[in-house]
């Protein structure tokens, strides 16, 4: 079986996780992790003590350099395009996180891009690979709530995240493309790719702004799909430093035979120590193991999704074609949920319901 050779771009607070995956895919002969670039250079430096990879502060350069067979790219999400158009336009496979991008106009010119060129190109949604979200689907792929009226998700962040992480990079991006992108994702695939036709939503700066950040703390929309159902997201990123988690999120949905709630964030596991007190903690997203050769794996649905980038890259090495990857989040998922994302943006900006369909 082929193993792909993997570059990545951005080594961030994320881009580590693209780094785990792919080093413990080497150990199972998955995948190599060949290359990385990151502008940062003491911070690639870093990565580079830590992981096994040729590192480049250009990116082009190590497009050019390195014979890849796929790059993911975990730039900020604004900064995305520039890295999906580079590779593609080199017949390189590509994943990006979440969202594709901040405009129609970019998602557009990726996804043209790669057909182009006939390339791969899939988006980081990893919420389609979490094994509560997948036993929902399944529930509603059965029938058992009939057609679905209406539904609820919420995904909050605590204020660390914008304050701290990257503040700069939070008022070019904001709480609905960092967090709520992920369940606009999730409802359309929980809803057998429904598409948004509609959005009203409202903002809020308030505290971020009075920490010098000048981001939307809170966003709250109410989106409706083609299959007629709304759900309202809320999402933001000011929980409390004190809050039990990093993330708070959740998905409930009410159709005419039935209902589905998924707590996505408490899967049961609580601690309390002096140092962090109370805390519940996702396990499902992300947990650490040794391996009988002593080795650090990293286990959950946040790896599973980037794997399944570098699995399929294995199978179009091995000859097969995009059509035999099965279902994934593609290129087009990734512009309908940015389609939403822009919505939501243009509503809070006109104070109008948006139409979704003319975007
Ligand atoms: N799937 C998930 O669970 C998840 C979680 C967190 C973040 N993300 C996504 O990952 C992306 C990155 O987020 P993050 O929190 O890691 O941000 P980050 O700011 O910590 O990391 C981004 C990195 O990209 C680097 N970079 C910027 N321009 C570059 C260039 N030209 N060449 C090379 N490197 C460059 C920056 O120096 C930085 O180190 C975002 O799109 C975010 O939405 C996904």
């Known amino acids: 079986m082929a193993q792909a050779r993997i570059g990545v771009i951005g080594l961030g607070e994320f881009g580590i996780q ?24 003491e911070l690639l430096e870093r990565r580079m003590q830590e992981f096994d990879f040729t590192g480049y502060t250009d990116y082009e350069e190590m497009l050019d350099r390195e014979d890849l067979d796929g790059v993911t790219v975990v730039t900020p999400d604004y900064l995305h395009r520039m890295f999906v158009v580079a590779a593609a336009e080199r017949g390189i496979h590509v994943l990006s996180e ?12 990726m996804i043209e ?30 029938g058992d709530l ?18 701290d992480w990257w503040p700069a990079a939070a008022e070019k991006s904001s709480p609905a493309w960092f967090l709520g992108i992920h369940f606009y994702d999730l409802a359309r695939f929980l809803m057998n790719g429904a598409r948004g036709t509609r959005v009203w939503a409202t903002g809020v700066k308030k505290k971020l702004k009075s920490l010098g950040v000048d981001a939307w703390d809170s966003i709250s929309a109410k989106v409706e799909f083609d299959n007629g159902a709304t759900v309202m997201f809320d999402t933001s990123w000011i929980m409390p430093d004190p809050f039990e988690a990093i993330v708070n999120q959740g998905i409930r949905l009410v159709g005419t035979e039935g209902m589905l709630e998924c707590d996505s964030q408490d899967r ?26 002593g080795r650090q794996i990293f286990e959950g649905y946040g790896m599973d999704s980037i794997a399944d980038f570098a699995r399929n890259v294995n199978v179009l090495i091995d000859g097969g074609t995009l059509e035999d990857l099965g279902d994934y ?31």
């Open 98 to 109: 979440k969202p594709l991008d901040v405009t129609m106009e970019g998602c557009r010119e």
């Open 268 to 293: 049961g596991t609580i601690t309390c120590t002096y140092e962090e007190g109370m805390m519940t903690h996702n396990k499902s997203f992300l947990r650490e193991r040794i391996d009988k050769q």
């Open 146 to 163: 009939g057609e679905i009226e209406y539904g609820y998700a919420h995904m909050e962040d605590r204020i660390e995240v914008p304050r």
């Open 329 to 359: 989040a593609s290129g087009y998922d990734g512009l309908e949920a940015t389609r939403i994302g822009v919505g939501v943006h243009k509503s809070i900006e006109t104070g109008e319901v948006v139409d979704l369909t003319e975007l």
């Open 18 to 41: 693209h780094l785990r995956c792919f080093r413990q895919m080497g150990y199972w002969g998955e995948a190599q992790l060949v290359a990385a670039c990151e502008i940062n250079e």
């Open 113 to 142: 891009a790669a057909e182009r060129n006939n390339v791969l190109l899939q988006v980081d949604f990893h919420k389609r690979f979490d094994e509560y979200h997948i036993a929902m689907k399944q529930k509603i792929d059965a």
